[in-house]
């Protein structure tokens, strides 16, 4: 079994930081693709910040200069640094990876459980 496990989140006040990880672990072959989404209540789930296996980054508008998306490929782990945080970047955080098993031919997508980030005063 493949598993994303995130930890950080929680509650900040406007123009403070954040940092999210998601370590993957189980029957990992390679992992490909790694990313966070999020997803606020009443809006469709979007993407915030992506990383390929070679480093390569892309970053939603709205939080470009503000977020650092980075990885570990021995660990295989995601990072997600978040400064000058908004009211509008609360939301559910879910980090996804692009992952080929020791048991599965294939590339599937796996998500994390989500974690909460609330900006707020």
């Known amino acids: 079994q493949v598993q994303l496990v995130e930890s950080g989140g929680g509650t900040v006040q406007p123009g403070g930081s954040l940092s999210l990880s998601c370590a993957g672990s189980?029957?990992?072959?390679?992992?490909?693709?790694m990313g966070w989404y999020r997803h606020a209540p009443g809006k469709q789930r979007e993407l915030v910040a992506v990383?390929?296996?070679?480093?390569?980054?892309n970053y939603a508008d709205s939080v470009k200069g503000r977020f650092t998306i980075s990885r570990d490929n021995a660990k295989p782990t995601v990072y997600l640094q978040m400064n000058s945080l908004k009211p509008e970047d609360t939301a559910v955080y879910y980090c996804?990876?692009?992952?080929?098993?020791?048991?599965?031919?294939?590339?599937?997508?796996?998500w994390g459980q989500g974690t909460q980030v609330t900006v707020s005063s």
């Open positions: 996804n990876a692009e992952i080929k098993s020791t048991v599965q031919a294939t590339v599937v997508d796996y």
């Open positions: 189980g029957n990992i072959f390679r992992t490909y693709t």
């Open positions: 990383v390929t296996s070679g480093g390569s980054t």
